[in-house]
RNA sequence: GCGGAGUUGGUCUAGCCUGGUCAGGAUGUCAGCCCCCCAAGCUGAAGGUCGCGGGUUCAAAUCCCGCACUCCGCACCA
């Protein structure tokens, strides 16, 4: 076979484009890197994959889902981190115009480097003369940020700066205070959001694995850390994950460990339960869409290459052909990293409460004031001394008095006797804490992509794309054997009937039948029924299935239903 | 961003070195014939500002410059 120099990701990048499935955007004008449009089949393929992932994660366990915008003030991306991890200082030399991360630099020549440096004094330090260019030797630098999103401006006179989001789940964090309300006080509470992001990626290349602008369908599980078990884990804890944990890529091991997920927690190499029970439904996903289980792992991300918000995660990756290991998700334990950031920020409460199971009794100080007595010695004072008396912490109160006897508000000396403290016992019933978060992120493109490759197959010297059924964009397709004799006539009445039960059939009389299998092959359709002669006689079609081209006859009465049922994804 | 290679109908490609015939072929598409169960055959048709812009020349797909994009390395990838 010749033909096997060229790869399968190239013959697929040519099959998805010269049949519509996507292809990169804005050719007309040479195109612009980073950006693809979807056609037809493209945009059923990932239609259906985003109903399957609905199915999976969000409907079975009755989370909810919400659609936030895609442009947010400066201030967001300041709370929630993004401004400063995501706004790189690049260090340009001056001789041969290699660009390194500023801050790399500086660390590897021991140079004392602060969070928020300023780009003025990033390239003062810079260029004190030692730091070498890694490739010339030059010590000559000039340094600018380098901001991996989008900005833009929000308002018709520019009032305010804004960035495209990079990622979806800020959206759920702004909104969280009412999406909680909305659900009822639900913990733990699953908010799902399906939708675009962008990045400004230096160079993205790869075609639609890396994009500038791509989909991502996110879930935020908040949860309550002092109850952070995942009440569904018994249906997973014996599954077996293939994980390569934080020490094996240390070591640059690259065979995964393949282990229960009962014991990756107990060994500690899953850090959360929520964590664990995602990664198991994250592969049957992946196995769904065809990927098969060794050809997917999961990868722990070391601390330093984590984002700056997680505490754990794991990248789930796939196995492509020319791209090698691509990560299709990623699993990330946030903590309460988001929420607190915001709360801060915003200066509203984002924390929830639980009620406890049996109201606790808690000791605690309480000022009795004696408002008469302070009435009497400070009567023009009386209204500000009581309200700052009552934000006081009883307490810093009762020290001051009992170190000097009195105790000094607004500048004027209260006698002992105007606060009396006793201790009283209170019976609390709710606690407040700040949600947790894990996060399964899925980026839509590369799970369509990886979807097409393992898909990909050639039978004599055709394209093949094995779909799943229930993924496929296009599900039936109905062909007359020959293009005379009523055949045509009968035959559109057939496609019409299983238009009207929902399912996704074509019709096509072009060509010879065989050319017709070929092109339906190519574009996934899993089922074609052919009208034939017989089919005058006595109502009966063939089926022929796409995968082992074996036919079988049936009645067009039982026609659909049949088809439904093919179509149908068996459970998990 | 850097270095190297490339960009020709929908797709794949010849031609470029050594400027000059209507830019050739394959495949696909469409129409007709054929009536056939896995891209069969025959006839015909449509489809190209040769990536974009500029220059050299009487003449540029072909030579030169700039830009965009693609691929391979380097760097980057929260």
């Given at each position: 076979?010749?033909?096997?120099?060229?790869?399968k990701a190239d013959k697929?990048?040519?099959?998805?484009?010269?049949?519509?499935?996507f292809w990169?955007a804005?050719?007309i004008y040479?195109?612009?890197g980073?950006?693809v449009?979807?056609g037809e089949?493209g945009v059923?393929?990932k239609?259906?994959?985003i109903?399957l992932w609905r199915?999976?994660?969000?409907?079975?366990h009755n989370?909810?889902e919400?659609?936030?915008?895609l442009?947010?003030?400066?201030v967001?991306?300041?709370?929630s981190?993004?401004?400063g991890?995501?706004?790189d200082p690049m260090?340009e030399?001056s001789?041969c115009?290699k660009?390194?991360r500023a801050?790399?630099?500086?660390m590897?020549?021991?140079r004392q480097i602060?969070?928020?440096?300023s780009?003025e004094?990033?390239?003062?330090e810079?260029n004190?003369?030692?730091?070498?260019?890694?490739?010339?030797?030059?010590t000559k630098w000039?340094v600018r940020h380098?901001?991996?999103?989008f900005?833009t401006?929000?308002?018709?006179?520019s009032?305010s700066?804004?960035?495209?989001?990079?990622e979806?789940?800020?959206g759920?964090?702004?909104?969280?205070?009412r999406i909680?309300?909305i659900?009822r006080?639900?913990m733990?509470?699953?908010?799902?959001?399906i939708?675009?992001?962008?990045?400004?990626?230096?160079?993205?290349?790869?075609?639609?694995?890396?994009l500038?602008?791509?989909?991502?369908?996110?879930?935020?599980l908040f949860?309550?850390p002092l109850?952070?078990k995942?009440p569904?884990?018994?249906?997973?804890?014996?599954e077996?994950?293939?994980?390569l944990?934080e020490?094996?890529?240390?070591?640059?091991?690259?065979?995964?460990?393949?282990i229960?997920v009962?014991?990756?927690l107990?060994k500690?190499?899953i850090?959360?339960?929520w964590?664990?029970y995602f990664m198991?439904?994250?592969?049957?996903?992946?196995i769904k869409l065809?990927?098969?289980?060794d050809?997917q792992?999961?990868?722990?991300?070391?601390p330093s290459e984590?984002a700056h918000?997680?505490?754990?995660?794991?990248d789930?990756?796939?196995?492509?052909?020319?791209?090698?290991?691509?990560?299709v998700?990623g699993h990330?334990?946030r903590t309460?990293?988001?929420?607190?950031?915001?709360m801060k920020?915003?200066?509203?409460?984002?924390?929830?409460?639980?009620q406890?199971?049996e109201?606790?009794?808690?000791?605690?100080?309480?000022?009795?004031?004696?408002?008469?007595?302070?009435?009497e010695?400070?009567p023009?004072?009386?209204?500000?001394?009581?309200k700052r008396l009552?934000?006081?912490s009883?307490e810093d109160?009762?020290?001051?008095?009992?170190?000097?006897?009195?105790i000094?508000?607004?500048?004027?000396?209260?006698?002992?006797?105007a606060?009396?403290?006793?201790?009283?016992?209170e019976?609390?019933k709710?606690?407040r804490?700040?949600?947790?978060?894990?996060?399964p992120s899925f980026g839509?493109?590369?799970?369509v992509?990886a979807?097409l490759?393992h898909?990909?197959?050639e039978?004599?010297?055709r394209?093949?794309?094995?779909?799943?059924?229930?993924?496929?964009?296009v599900?039936?397709?109905?062909?007359?054997l020959?293009s005379k004799?009523?055949l045509?006539?009968?035959s559109?009445?057939?496609?019409?009937?299983?238009r009207?039960?929902?399912?996704d059939?074509?019709?096509?009389?072009?060509?010879?039948?065989?050319?017709?299998y070929?092109?339906a092959d190519?574009?996934?359709v899993?089922?074609a029924?052919?009208?034939?002669?017989?089919?005058l006689?006595?109502?009966?079609v063939?089926?022929?299935?796409r995968?082992t081209?074996?036919?079988?006859?049936?009645t067009?009465?039982?026609?659909p239903?049949?088809?439904?049922?093919?179509?149908?994804p068996s459970?998990p």
């Open positions: 076979m010749e033909s096997k120099r060229e790869s697929l990048a040519e099959l998805a484009r010269r049949r519509g499935f990169q804005l050719e040479g195109g612009v980073g950006f449009s979807f089949l059923k393929l239609d259906k994959t109903r199915d999976y994660f969000i409907h079975r989370f909810t919400v659609d936030t915008p442009i947010s003030p400066y967001v991306f300041e709370a981190g993004h401004v991890s995501f706004k260090a030399c001789k115009h660009k390194f801050d790399h630099l500086l590897e020549y021991n602060s969070e928020g440096m780009i004094d990033t390239e003062r810079i004190k003369g030692d730091v070498k260019c890694p490739d010339c030797g030059n000039s380098f901001l991996t999103m900005e401006t929000i308002g018709p006179y009032e700066e804004g960035f495209m989001r990079p979806t789940a800020q759920i964090f702004t909104e969280f205070k909680y309300e659900s006080g639900k733990p509470l699953g908010v799902a959001q939708g675009k992001a962008f990045r400004n990626e230096i160079s993205p290349r790869q075609g639609v694995i890396r500038r602008e791509f989909s991502m369908m996110e879930i935020e949860f309550d109850n952070p995942c569904l884990l018994n249906q997973v804890e014996n077996e994950l293939r994980i944990p020490d094996l890529v240390e070591k640059g091991i690259e065979e995964p460990l393949i229960s009962k014991d990756a107990s500690g190499i850090k959360q339960e964590l664990a198991v439904l994250s592969k049957k996903f992946a065809g990927i098969p289980e050809k792992r999961f990868h722990a991300k070391l984590r918000y997680s505490a754990q995660t794991y789930h990756e796939v196995l492509l052909d020319k791209f090698g290991w691509v990560e998700a990330a334990y309460d990293y988001d929420l607190s950031s915001h920020k915003s200066s509203v409460d984002l924390s929830v409460s639980v406890l199971e109201p606790i009794k808690v000791k605690h100080l309480k000022m009795n004031i004696n408002s008469k007595k302070i009435k010695i400070f023009d004072k009386f209204n500000d001394l009581m009552k934000e006081m009883p109160a009762k020290r001051e008095i009992d170190n000097s006897g009195a000094v508000v607004e500048g004027l000396k209260l006698p002992k006797e606060i009396e403290f006793v201790d009283v016992e019976e609390v709710v606690r804490f700040i949600p947790h978060v894990v996060e839509i493109e590369r799970l992509y979807t490759e898909a990909y197959s039978k004599e010297d394209a093949i794309l094995r779909i799943p059924p229930y993924l496929a964009p599900q039936a397709a109905v062909f007359p020959v004799d009523k045509q006539e009968k559109v009445a057939v496609w019409e009937d299983l009207r039960r929902g399912i059939a074509i019709y096509d009389d072009s060509g010879s039948i065989g050319r017709r070929a092109r190519e574009i996934g899993p089922f029924i052919t009208i034939d002669y017989q089919t006689d006595d109502d009966t063939t089926i022929r299935d995968d081209w074996k036919q079988k006859r049936l067009i009465k039982d026609l239903d049949h088809l439904l049922g093919l179509l149908r459970d």
